[in-house]
C-alpha cells in the first residue's frame, strides 16, 4: 500500500491545528491563576513540558516508523500489557474529544447563542468531526493544512489590533510570586499541549519519518509561540487582577479590539465564528485518534462504520460535567492525570525500548 | 481509485446484458461474411436496413464487364463526388487500363490503386461492420462474384460555421469556438498543435448512436496513469445514446453524488491546448461542441483563458474580483441573515437603524424573507434562460425593476434584501464555469436555512462541512484541492494571484505530469534594458 503521502510540511500543519483548539479561550486565566504576572513564563514552562512529551513520541515513531504508539506498545512491553496500556490512552482520548466539545459549546452558548440548548451545539460540533472522520489519513492531513491560516491569523489579528491597549507594566515582576503553584499550573498548561499525541498516528504515514523532529519542532514552536504570543497580549492588557474575573480572557480580548474604519462594530462574535475551524480541527485529531487507534487496537479493516458507533457514547461523555465550573475543573483534572498518559508512559516505552535493543545489540555482538 | 465507480458499473454491465437482444434486428450476425453473389449481398443489406426511401442503390457494370452496385444514404454522402469521381471512371474504362488484363481476381486491386479518384478506399469482409459504414455515411462498392466489398469515405454531413463560444466570453484571446463536429474540432486542436506527441484515440459509444469518442493528450506530458484511467473508464461505458459529453462525464467523474464538478468542459480550443499542454486529457464526443478535460482541480474553474494572454497585474486583479464573487454568491445571503437575526450588534448603529427601518413591515423572518426573494430569483433566472431572446430583456426588465420594486412597496422584502439577494446573483455569474457556479448556487440554500438556527457558528459549519468534502474529492487520482492543499509551492502561483508566465517554469506537479519543465531555462529579465 502506497499511504505514505503525508509531508513535513503538512506533518507540522496536523500538530499545530491540533494543539491550537478550544483551550486557547481559557488559556490566560489559567497562566494568571497559576502565576500571577509570571504567566507567560509559565506558559513557556508549560511549553517546554510538552516538547518534551512530544520529542519522546517523535522519537519512539523515528524507532518504529511503520508503527503507532498502539502497535509498537505490543512489541516493547508485550501484547497484553501494551494493549492494557493501550486501553487507557485511548480512553483518555476519547474524554478529551468528548470536553472539547463540550467546552466550546458552552463558550458558544454563552457568547452567541443564549437561547439554543448546549446538547443542540455540542451535537452539531461532533457531528461534524464523525462525518469528517469517515475520510483516510490524507484527506485528513490535507484537512488540516488547508484550516491552517484560519487557525493562526485570527488569533494574530486580534493580538496586533490589542496592542495599542497594551501596557507593559503589567507584565512585571517576570518571575511571578508563588512557585509551587507555578509548577501546578505548568502541568495545566502543559495538558494544553496534549494534542501533540497526535504525532504518533502520523508517523507511520509519512513520506520521510526521519523528518518528524523537524515537523515536531515546528509545531511545537508555531503553536507554543502564539499561546506566548495570546498570554502576553491579554496579560498587557488586562492585568492580572482584572483577568481573574474574566472567565475567556482570550474573547474578551476580541471583545475590547475595534477594527479601523468602524466596518464592525464588534469582533468577538466574529472571532469565535472563524475559532469554530480551530475547534474543528481539535476535535477532528482526538476523534480520529480515537477510532484509528480502537481500529489499531481490536485490528479492523475500516474505521468508518465506528466513527458513528461512538458518536453517542463521545456526546453522554460531553455531558456529564453538570455545569461550566464543574467542567473546568474536570477538564484541569483529567489534564494533568493525562500527562501520566502522554509523557510518563511514553518515556518508560522509550527507556526500556532503547535498554532492550541494548541489550539485544549487546547479545548480537557477543554471538558473532 | 475508482471506489465509488464500481457499483455503478456493476449495474452498467447488466444492462448492457438485458439490453443485447434488442440489437439483433438491426444488425445482421456478427460473423457473416459477404457472399460471392451480388444478389444476395444486396437483399442482405436491405434486409438489414429496413425499408429506407433514402437508401440509394444503382446496378452498373464495372468496365462494362461486371455487374456491381453501389449503395449510399443520399442524404449522407456528396452525391457529386460520387458521381465523378467513383461511377464515371468505373464505367468509362481508363486510358491506362484499356489495354491490360482486366480478370476478376485482379479487378478489386485495380480499381482501389489505379481507378477511384478517393483516398479512402478500403476493402471490407464482415457484413455488420459493412452495414455500419453506409450508415455513417460511406458508399459501398459490390462487384459480382467477389466475396469482399470496397467501402468509400464519402460521408458529407451539414456542420455550422465556428463561431464564438457562448459560455465562454473573453475580451482578450483568439475568438474560435468548437462545433458539433469532431472532426473539426480535432482539426482545430491539431492546427495548434502541430507536433507527433499530441496523441488522438478513438473509440465507438453508444449502442444506437454510435458515437465516436475521443480523448486526446500530449505524449510525454500527460500522466501515464491518468491515460490509463481515461481509457479504462470510457471503455466500460455501455449505453445506447450519447448526445453530448455530459453523458460521458456522468460516467466517468469520480463522485457522482457530489454537488461540485469533478471534469471540466470547455468550448474553447486555446483552452483546451493550453490545458493538453499542462498534462491534461481532453475528451470530445461527436456532436457535442465541448471537450472534458481531466483531471481538474477547484482552481481552474475560477479561471479563464484571458487570465493567461492579459498581463499577470492585470489577470491576477481580475482573478481576485472572480474570487470575491465566488465567495459571494455562495455565502453573502447567509451572512445577511445571521447579522440582522442574530447578531445586529456587529454592524455599526447608523445601518442597523437603517436596516431595522427598512425591516419594519416585514412580518417574518429574515432567513424566511431571503428564501422568498431567492426562490423568485432562482425562477427568474431560469425563466430567462429559456425565453426566446426577442422576449428576455423585456421580462428581466419587469422581474428585476418592477417586480422588484413592488415587493419592497408591498412589504414582502426590505430593500435592503433584495440589494443583497441581487449582489448574490450577479456574484455567481462572474463564475466563468457554468457548473461551479450551479454547486455553490445550490449549496447557498442549506448554509442559508444553517444561518437561520445558528446564525453565524451555522454558517461557518456549514462551510466547514463543505471545504471538507471538496478536500476529500478527487478528480482522477488528483485531490481536488490542490495545489492548495495537498500543498504545492509551484503550483500556488497559479491560485489567488496568476503569477508571470515566466516565472512559472515547472508544469503543476499535482497533475503528475511525465515532464516537467515548461520553460527551457530561466529568463534573466534584468537583461532587457542593458543593451
Known sequence: ?368 | MAFTIKRKRAKKRDIGKDAAPFNKGVKADSDAILSPSLDDTVSGIKQALGDNDDLIMKYFKVFGQYEAAIMYFSNLVNQDSINHDILKPLMYVPDHLKDRNRSLDQITDMIIKETIYHSQAKLEWNMEKLIEYILCGETLLIIDGIKEAIRIGTRNVEKRAISQPETEQIILGPREGFIENIQTNLALLRYRLPTPDFQVRTMKIGRLTKSTVAYCYLKGIASETVIQEVEKRLSEIDIDAIMDVGYLEQFIEDNPFSPFPQIQSTERPDKTVANLAEGRVAIFVDGSPFALLVPVVFNQFYQTAEDYSSRFLMGSFVRLARMLALVFSLVFPALYVSFISFNPELLPTEFAIAVAGGRAGVPYPAVVEVLIIEVAMEVLREATVRLPKQVGGALSIVGVLVVGQAAVEAGLASPITVVAIALTTIGSFATPAYSAAFALRMLRFPIMILAGIFGLYGVVIGIIFIFNHMLSLKSFGVPYMAPVSPENYQGLKDVIFRAPLWSMPKRPAFLNPANRSRLSKDINRSEFGNE
Open chain 1, 1 to 368: 500500500m502506497d499511504t505514505r503521502h503525508i509531508t513535513t510540511t503538512q506533518a507540522a500543519a496536523i500538530l499545530i491545528s491540533t494543539i491550537i483548539g478550544v483551550g486557547v479561550l481559557p488559556l490566560p486565566l489559567f497562566a494568571v491563576q497559576a502565576g500571577g504576572t509570571g504567566a507567560p513564563l509559565v506558559t513557556f514552562l508549560g511549553m517546554v513540558l510538552g516538547a518534551i512529551g512530544l520529542f519522546i513520541l517523535t522519537f519512539l515513531g523515528i524507532r518504529h516508523p511503520q508503527k503507532t504508539i498502539i502497535t509498537y506498545s505490543e512489541d516493547i512491553i508485550g501484547k497484553w500489557f501494551g494493549r492494557f496500556c493501550s486501553l487507557f490512552v485511548i480512553l483518555f482520548f476519547f474524554i478529551l474529544t468528548g470536553l472539547a466539545a463540550r467546552e466550546f459549546g458552552e463558550v458558544v452558548v454563552a457568547g452567541v447563542l443564549q437561547e439554543t440548548p448546549l446538547e443542540v451545539t455540542v451535537i452539531v460540533m461532533l457531528l461534524l468531526a464523525c462525518i469528517s472522520c469517515r475520510n483516510n489519513i490524507n484527506v485528513f492531513s490535507y484537512i488540516h493544512s488547508f484550516y491552517l491560516p484560519m487557525i493562526l491569523a485570527p488569533v494574530l489579528i486580534v493580538v496586533a489590533l490589542s496592542l495599542k491597549n497594551a501596557n507593559l507594566l503589567y507584565l512585571r515582576p517576570i518571575i511571578g510570586t508563588n512557585l509551587p503553584h507555578m509548577f501546578l499550573g505548568t502541568l495545566t498548561i502543559s495538558a494544553l499541549f496534549q494534542g501533540s499525541f497526535i504525532v504518533t498516528m502520523i508517523i507511520p504515514s509519512m513520506k520521510n519519518p526521519k523528518k518528524a523532529i523537524k515537523a515536531s519542532l515546528w509545531g511545537i514552536s508555531i503553536s507554543g509561540g502564539l499561546y506566548l504570543l495570546l498570554v502576553i497580549a491579554t496579560v498587557s492588557v488586562f492585568g492580572t487582577e482584572e483577568m481573574k474575573q474574566i472567565f475567556w480572557p482570550t474573547l474578551e480580548l476580541a471583545r475590547t479590539t475595534a477594527v479601523p474604519g468602524n466596518v464592525l462594530q464588534r469582533l468577538d462574535v466574529i472571532f469565535l465564528a472563524v475559532w469554530v475551524t480551530a475547534v474543528f480541527t481539535t476535535l477532528f485529531s482526538s476523534y480520529y485518534f480515537t477510532i484509528h487507534s480502537i481500529k489499531q487496537l481490536l485490528n479492523l479493516p475500516d474505521q468508518r462504520m465506528l466513527s458513528c458507533f461512538i458518536f453517542p457514547f463521545i456526546f453522554i461523555s460531553a455531558m456529564l460535567p453538570q455545569n461550566l465550573l464543574q467542567m473546568y475543573e474536570f477538564i484541569k483534572f483529567v489534564g494533568r492525570v493525562g500527562l501520566l498518559i502522554t509523557i510518563v508512559y511514553p518515556g518508560l516505552l522509550l527507556t526500556i525500548d532503547f535498554f532492550k535493543n541494548r541489550g539485544l545489540k549487546g547479545s548480537a555482538s557477543q554471538q558473532t
